[in-house]
T-cell receptor, first 115, second 113 residues
Framework: EPEVTQTPSHQVTQMGQEVILRCVPI?????FYWYRQILGQKVEFLVS????????KSEIFDDQFSVERPDGSNFTLKIRSTKLEDSAMYFC?????????????FGSGTRLTVV | DQQVKQNSPSLSVQEGRISILNCDYT??????FLWYKKYPAEGPTFLIS?????DKNEDGRFTVFLNKSAKHLSLHIVPSQPGDSAVYFC????????????FGEGTQLTVNP
């Protein structure tokens, strides 16, 4: 079964530092997503990415956040200057057709702890 | 964001019996509804979906029912197995929300042997 791989599984960073979360989507998938889940809260949409550009982003995805597909296999989420409230589980997901009815494949997540 | 709501944080059932997980939504523009299952230390796993033009979709032990007039959907698992113990998320998307999924809070299902 193909998987979405996320690294690292856990990252601790100091407030104000930049952090990059990495994801390797399934190889024949064309649509990529980042979601996050703050402890005790809902899973929230951050951004979707297709054809090397952002196709949609949420209100959470402000100027501190950016995404990139640097080399055709990795998909990264960068947080420029982390805040305590960025502490959350970050999930990468991918899909082949981009239609939600077919579901996405999620990775296991990166737990980001900002101290 | 209260557009998708799962009012039961937990549900406990006996192995072999039916599990019924419920979800309510407020946004009448949602076109698709999905159920995901999540084990600890893993990402959500897609289970089953339904389009707003249908009222039922079945896949093996899993059936999703949609009641558009009540803005309510449910997931039935029959028969329940201990391996089904997980957090179940309801999610929705629509034309106006693009490809984003709006999730409910999740319900922890425990299936007792």
């Amino acid at each position: 079964e193909p998987e979405v791989t996320q690294t690292p599984s856990h990252q601790v960073t100091q407030m104000g530092q930049e952090v990059i979360l990495r994801c390797v989507p399934i190889s024949n998938h064309l649509y990529f997503y980042w979601y996050r889940q703050i402890l005790g809260q809902k899973v929230e949409f951050l951004v979707s990415f297709y054809n090397n550009e952002i196709s949609e982003k949420s209100e959470i995805f402000d100027d501190q956040f950016s995404v990139e597909r640097p080399d055709g296999s990795n998909f990264t989420l960068k947080i420029r200057s982390t805040k305590l409230e960025d502490s959350a589980m970050y999930f990468c997901a991918s899909s082949r057709l981009g239609q939600t009815i077919y579901g996405y494949t999620f990775g296991s997540g990166t737990r980001l702890t900002v101290v | 964001d209260q557009q998708v709501k799962q009012n039961s944080p937990s549900l406990s059932v006996q192995e072999g019996r039916i599990s019924i997980l419920n979800c309510d939504y407020t946004n009448s523009m949602f076109d698709y509804f999905l159920w995901y299952k999540k084990y600890p230390a893993e990402g959500p796993t897609f289970l089953i979906s339904i389009s707003s033009i249908k009222d039922k979709n079945e896949d093996g032990r899993f059936t999703v029912f949609l009641n558009k007039s009540a803005k309510h959907l449910s997931l039935h698992i029959v028969p329940s197995q201990p391996g089904d113990s997980a957090v179940y998320f309801c999610a929705a998307s629509g034309e106006t929300s693009g490809s984003r999924l709006t999730f409910g809070e999740g319900t922890q299902l425990t299936v007792n042997p």
